[in-house]
C-alpha cells in the first residue's frame, strides 16, 4: 500500500489539540480537538495552520452523521448504515458515484475502507508499537485528506455511541 499516517488515538475525549504525522514522523496535518466540544466541528489546518478541511457532525439527522468540507467545499458525508447487524458499517458518501464503504472492527480501529468492493484504504493499530496510536494505510490515488477525515468521524461517531451506551448502563443501574 502507499502512505501511511498516524492518528494519536482517543483525541476526542481529551478534547486538545493533536498532530496527524507521517510515517516518517513528520507533521502533516494539526487537528484543533477544541472546536468540537464547542461546537461539534474538528478544524483541520496544514502544518502553516490553514485551515484546510472541517468534519462536522450533524444534530439533527436519524443515525450519526458527519459532514466533511474540504477547502470549504463539501466532500462528503459520512454516515452509519442502518440495519447491519452484528458489523457496523459507515459509507462516505461523497457527491457522484464513487461512495466509500468502512467496514471491520471500526471500534478498535482495525477496518478498511473501500471503492466498489477494492480496498483503498486500511486501519491498523497492529502494526504499530506506540502505545494509543493507529495507522491509516492509502492506496496511492486516494485523496489522503477525504480518508484522514473520514476516519476522524468515524471515531467521533463510535465514542459517541460509546458514551450513549455507559450513559445508558449508569441509569439502568440508578
Given at each position: 500500500?502507499?502512505?501511511?499516517?498516524?492518528?494519536?488515538?482517543?483525541?476526542?475525549?481529551?478534547?486538545?489539540?493533536?498532530?496527524?504525522?507521517?510515517?516518517?514522523?513528520?507533521?502533516?496535518?494539526?487537528?484543533?480537538?477544541?472546536?468540537?466540544?464547542?461546537?461539534?466541528?474538528?478544524?483541520?489546518?496544514?502544518?502553516?495552520?490553514?485551515?484546510?478541511?472541517?468534519?462536522?457532525?450533524?444534530?439533527?439527522?436519524?443515525?450519526?452523521?458527519?459532514?466533511?468540507?474540504?477547502?470549504g467545499e463539501e466532500a462528503a458525508e459520512v454516515r452509519k448504515k442502518l440495519f447491519t447487524p452484528f458489523r457496523d458499517?459507515?459509507?462516505?458518501?461523497?457527491?457522484?458515484?464513487?461512495?466509500?464503504?468502512?467496514?471491520?472492527?471500526?471500534?478498535?480501529?482495525?477496518?478498511?475502507?473501500?471503492?466498489?468492493?477494492?480496498?483503498?484504504?486500511?486501519?491498523?493499530?497492529?502494526?504499530?508499537?506506540?502505545?494509543?496510536?493507529?495507522?491509516?494505510?492509502?492506496?496511492?490515488?486516494?485523496?489522503?485528506?477525504?480518508?484522514?477525515?473520514?476516519v476522524l468521524a468515524l471515531d467521533l461517531a463510535m465514542e459517541r455511541e460509546a458514551e450513549k451506551h455507559d450513559k445508558k448502563q449508569r441509569d439502568d443501574?440508578?
Amino acid at each position: 500500500m502507499g502512505i501511511m499516517y498516524l492518528i494519536r488515538e482517543r483525541f476526542f475525549a481529551i478534547g486538545d489539540d493533536f498532530d496527524v504525522l507521517d510515517e516518517n514522523g513528520t507533521k502533516v496535518y494539526r487537528v484543533d480537538g477544541k472546536a468540537f466540544s464547542v461546537r461539534d466541528k474538528l478544524v483541520i489546518e496544514d502544518p502553516d495552520g490553514n485551515e484546510v478541511a472541517t468534519v462536522h457532525r450533524h444534530l439533527v439527522a436519524l443515525r450519526p452523521t458527519y459532514e466533511i468540507r474540504i477547502g470549504g467545499e463539501e466532500a462528503a458525508e459520512v454516515r452509519k448504515k442502518l440495519f447491519t447487524p452484528f458489523r457496523d458499517k459507515f459509507t462516505i458518501d461523497v457527491p457522484g458515484h464513487d461512495d466509500l464503504t468502512m467496514k471491520g472492527d471500526l471500534l478498535d480501529h482495525e477496518y478498511v475502507i473501500e471503492l466498489d468492493g477494492d480496498e483503498v484504504a486500511a486501519v491498523s493499530k497492529r502494526w504499530l508499537t506506540v502505545r494509543d496510536t493507529y495507522a491509516v494505510q492509502l492506496k496511492s490515488g486516494v485523496d489522503p485528506l477525504l480518508i484522514l477525515c473520514s476516519v476522524l468521524a468515524l471515531d467521533l461517531a463510535m465514542e459517541r455511541e460509546a458514551e450513549k451506551h455507559d450513559k445508558k448502563q449508569r441509569d439502568d443501574e440508578n
